[in-house]
């Protein structure tokens, strides 16, 4: 059974302009000790469902179907009180903009010795700064530094304490969002290089969001493409690279530039995305997609099998 | 052939420290050294590509240039004008000639004023046309920047648009003026990736219809090799190697150019294996270096003796490609410690 | 140039969505139902009462009522120790209320913005000169200053007590002003003004005032309650302008003739309005509040 299986998620936001349908179906399955890049621009919801897993969704925003499996059960059924007992120790979260997570009065170990003996009250203060020293040799954060303040730390560091936090209870499944956008190439390179290495060595598997696609190729196993609340491709790494088959994908993938390889035009993708709260009938690239045809817009477009672990939610794929 | 361009804009030796205040305690907190006499030279109609990343002077640079901020030390020169200090009237032309594209669309325009009067607002400044004329020079620039049909933008504010056409609207007012020089600081580091690709598209027409020298500063070497002739790299305050854009990726000399190199994502055909390995692995934060060469401190191919003792300058390895590293020959190998050639320029 | 005009005024969106915005809020709703029935008191005070066309609130004594008398149809609201018609002098105090609220709120923030700005703006020498002006200004106390001003001139006039109001309470806006004007200059659009060629007047004036007016009405509606309440004190004291009738004089008069336990028709009224105009100001500033925020929210949104 795979740790994680989310069936058909659809989330909403209420606003006063009516319901915003952020995640639309949305399926995906995850193994432990595998990880997934969820890759697409702003407001395409990959975020959102980063937010649901964690059961951290605002107040105006609710999953109106759907089904989130983790270990077998249920976390769209969950109860707060539940979800309080997994976040952490079962799931754990690298938020957007992590480095302002640190609170700044406090010093770096004792915030994550609080965090450490929150969920595990049975160990004594010592016990949980041995865990930290080990965690920070992990990371690669030198020793003395941990009585410091998070703003004597870089930012990278501060990234490191972070992902330090995460590990401290040994959850099965990290989600970072966007961990790396603030920081530099090089920094961020050795984190995710890291990443990578702390995930296969403790078999948690990872759930990596963000807007890069090349930075979630550089971690992932596997790929899966969003656009306008809907997954619209999904596949291993190498094989959405090599043949991407949603126009999106394409027109994505052509939107980059490139360090290697011919220096052609860039095409960017004309148009602007849909309104989500009076989403457009049948497929929601259709007006900005260079193979769109009419017939895309009657009825929704279905999931097109290209191999067994491929597939793309695209009439035209073939 | 950059033998037939001339230098439009040549910085000579520029300095730049930002001075800590004391702190309540007393303890002077240290100065922080922007740019350290650098000397960059940028030629006509090209689009030059600053690449660093953040602290090491890039966006300082640009304000120089600008003269948002004033130098220190050295010297700026646009073509035959020294630029250094300018003040009253040659201040005011001067700011017809040189303009600048900032990096956040969303703080760029005041949001309280329309579309049509920011881009206006430089005609109105300098006193350029009638109120007829200024309306076609805003309708052209908005065209060239990718607002169409422009009347659609002319009336809207800011908080209407999306983060894209905002930044279309800066340029279109960074270019109502036809300057001669634009500085674009980190122009789509907060746009997404195929919103970047318009922008990198308008700068490319715009440089060719319009024949604007373009400055692009950017921590992203994938973007200035797509859209600059010449790349820089500067680290720490310091121009560690200067050549042309497609040199400088595939056959780069500076150890510092390498490593980034190393670390950029490579799209799904990583290996594990580092093509020029030259970054040592630095607990914590890089020391600060002072009276050595900037990167030494990070540097696995250095040796000690010079390059802690001197800060090498840039030095032609090749026709228009300079890096300043001390043990670097034009075949590529780094030179041992006993073998000491220099270089003229 | 009409029709670029009304295009102009079409896309003003602020002004619709804020108005929607305050329509919805409750207080906002209350504040300017009150406010508008004030307004019309200070109106009618214009119209000629029924009683006789040469009726003045201050003089104009009913010939057959000598003493203060309780509400008959004749005198809605009753009369006072002199037989004066104490509704007529109520509307009347509505329009006094109305002139020294707003035009002490005005001057004030007049004089605050300019002041805020240019401290804000300028920065080093010229901040920590006109700040420290303020501050010395801010700890006097407004009212015994007047107090004394006017045991030494004898009684003031109502348009010196404005300004004497005004030139007291001009210092807290200014800090507020002068913040928004710091962080506003460090914004990029302000950079890009001065790239442009941009002067310092044309960067005060066409980028900075607009971004801050909207926080200066707010606390216009806040000053104008002060205002109100100060004159109001000061009438009461006895230091008001004796030629003027506004709701503290009422009250003055009320205390002074020990009317006060007996005629509460005479003593309610002013007290009530005072405190209902009072409140209306400040719900519609705090309406106001929410206008603003949401927008300034808004602004920084991520696409």
């Not at chain 2, 032309?93 to 009067?117: A, C, K, T």
């Not at chain 3, 102009?8 to 305050?22: H, P």
């Not at chain 3, 109106?43 to 000598?66: A, K, L, N, W």
């Not at chain 3, 009405?217 to 009738?245: C, H, K, N, Q």
Request: hydrophobic letters at 45%; charged letters at 20%; a neutral charge.
């Amino acid at each position: 059974m795979a740790l994680l299986e989310v069936e058909n998620l659809s989330i909403g936001y209420r606003t006063k302009k009516g319901l915003l349908q952020a995640v639309e179906g949305v399926s995906f399955s995850l193994e432990a000790g595998q990880s997934l890049g969820l890759v697409g621009e702003s407001g395409c919801g990959k975020t959102t469902i980063g937010m649901a897993l964690m059961g951290l969704l605002p107040p105006n925003g609710m999953v109106n179907e759907g089904r989130i499996l983790f270990e077998g059960r249920d976390l769209v059924k969950a109860s707060e009180e539940d979800m309080r007992k997994i976040r952490w120790e079962r799931i754990a979260m690298i938020f957007q903009a992590a480095m302002n997570a640190l609170n700044p009065v406090q010093r770096v170990d004792d915030q994550i010795a609080e965090a450490i003996l929150t969920h595990r009250p049975h160990l004594s203060r010592q016990e949980a700064v041995e865990q930290i020293k080990g965690l920070f040799q992990l990371v690669g954060i030198p020793g003395d530094r941990m009585r410091d303040y998070p703003h004597q730390y870089s930012g990278g560091m501060k990234q490191r304490a972070i992902i330090a936090m995460a590990l401290a209870c040994r959850p099965r499944l990290i989600i970072a969002d966007e961990p790396t956008t603030a920081l530099d190439v090089i920094v961020q390179d050795q984190i995710l290089k890291e990443t990578r290495n702390l995930q296969e060595e403790f078999n948690i598997s990872l759930i990596f969001i963000s807007h890069d696609i090349a930075i979630v190729a550089e971690v992932c196993h596997d790929i899966g493409i969003m656009y306008a609340g809907q997954l619209v491709e999904y596949g291993p790494r190498q094989e959405v690279f090599d043949f991407p088959m949603h126009p999106y994908t394409r027109a994505l993938l052509a939107s980059y530039p490139t360090l290697t390889g011919e220096k052609s035009r860039l095409t960017p993708i004309g148009g602007e995305t849909p309104n989500l709260i009076h989403p457009p009938p049948g497929c929601r690239f259709c007006d900005r997609c260079p193979e769109g045809r009419s017939s895309c817009k009657l009825g929704f477009p279905s999931w097109v099998e290209i191999s067994p672990r491929h597939r793309a939610l695209c009439y035209h794929c073939r | 052939m950059e033998e037939r361009k001339k230098p439009i804009l040549e910085l000579e030796n520029v300095s730049k420290t930002y001075r800590r205040k004391l702190s309540f305690f007393g303890k002077a907190e240290k100065d922080l050294v922007a740019l350290d006499r650098i000397s960059l030279q940028i030629l006509k109609g090209e689009i030059f590509g600053l690449v660093g990343e953040s602290g090491s002077g890039k966006t300082t640079a640009g304000r120089l240039i600008v003269k948002l901020e004033e130098a220190e030390e050295g010297r700026i020169q646009l073509e035959d004008v020294e630029i250094t200090h300018l003040e009253g009237k040659k201040l005011k032309e001067f700011r017809r000639r040189v303009q600048m594209i900032f990096q956040d669309p969303y703080q760029s325009l005041n949001p309280q004023i329309s579309i049509y009067d920011a881009v206006c607002e430089p005609l109105i400044i300098h006193k350029v046309g009638d109120s007829l004329s200024r309306r076609e020079m805003v309708e052209g620039a908005m065209k060239s920047a990718g607002l169409t049909p422009p009347g659609d933008f002319f009336y809207r504010y800011p908080h209407q648009l999306s983060g894209g056409q905002r930044q279309r609207a800066a340029i279109a007012r960074a270019m109502v003026l036809k300057p001669e020089f634009v500085v674009a600081d980190e122009p789509t580091s907060m746009l997404d990736a195929s919103i970047s690709a318009q922008i990198f598209n308008i700068l490319l027409e715009m440089r060719d219809r319009l024949d604007v020298t373009l400055l692009f500063i950017t921590h992203s070497l994938a973007a200035a090799r797509y859209l600059c002739d010449r790349i820089g790299v500067i680290y720490r305050g310091n121009l560690m190697e200067v050549g042309p854009a497609d040199q400088v990726i595939r056959n780069p000399r500076h150890p510092y150019t390498q490593a980034l190199i190393d670390a950029l994502p490579k799209f799904g055909h990583c290996g594990e294996e580092k093509r020029y390995d030259t970054l040592l692995r630095v607990d914590g934060d890089a020391p600060e270096s002072a009276g050595c060469c900037p990167f030494y401190p990070r540097c696995k191919v250095s040796h000690r003796i010079r390059c802690s003792r001197e800060k090498p300058t840039l030095r032609q390895l090749a026709p228009s490609h300079w890096v300043a590293c001390f043990y670097v020959k034009a075949e590529g190998e780094f030179l041992p410690e006993s073998d000491q050639c220099f270089y003229g320029t | 140039m009409a029709r670029r005009l009304s295009e102009r005024f079409r896309s003003v969106g602020f002004l619709q969505e804020g108005w929607a915005i305050f329509r919805e809020s409750l207080l906002g709703r209350i504040g300017l139902t009150l406010l508008i029935l004030f307004a019309l008191m200070a109106v009618s005070s214009f119209i000629p009462p029924r009683i006789d066309p040469m009726y003045h609130p201050m003089t104009g004594v009913d010939p057959e009522i000598s003493s203060s008398v309780g509400p008959t149809l004749r005198h809605w609201l009753g009369t006072d120790f002199m037989g004066r018609d104490i509704l007529s002098q109520l509307l009347a105090g509505a329009r006094v209320a109305f002139m020294v609220g707003v035009s002490a709120a005005f001057m004030s923030i007049f004089l605050g913005t300019a002041i805020g700005m240019l401290a804000g703006y300028a920065g080093r020498a010229m901040d920590t000169l006109l700040m420290r002006l303020a501050d010395m200004i801010m700890v006097m106390p407004t009212l015994l200053v007047v107090l004394i001003l006017s045991s030494l001139f004898g009684q003031l006039n109502i348009w010196t007590i404005v300004l004497i109001i005004a030139l007291f309470r001009w210092p807290g806006v200014s800090r507020v002003i002068r913040a928004q004007t710091l962080s506003l200059k460090q914004r990029p659009f302000i950079e890009a003004a001065k790239v442009a060629g941009a002067s310092h007047l044309r960067i005060i004036f066409r980028h900075i005032m607009p971004n801050v007016l909207p926080l200066a009405f707010l606390y216009m509606t806040f000053r104008v309650t002060s205002a109100i309440i100060i004159e109001a004190a000061l009438a009461f004291l006895g230091f008001g302008d004796p030629g003027t009738v506004s709701w503290g004089m009422m009250l003055q008069w009320v205390w002074k003739t020990g009317h006060m336990f007996r005629a509460p028709y005479w003593l309610l009224p002013p007290g009530i309005c005072i405190s209902l105009i009072t409140l209306s100001f400040y719900m519609l500033g705090r309406a106001m509040d929410e206008v603003l925020d949401p927008r300034l929210r808004r602004e920084g949104e991520a696409e």
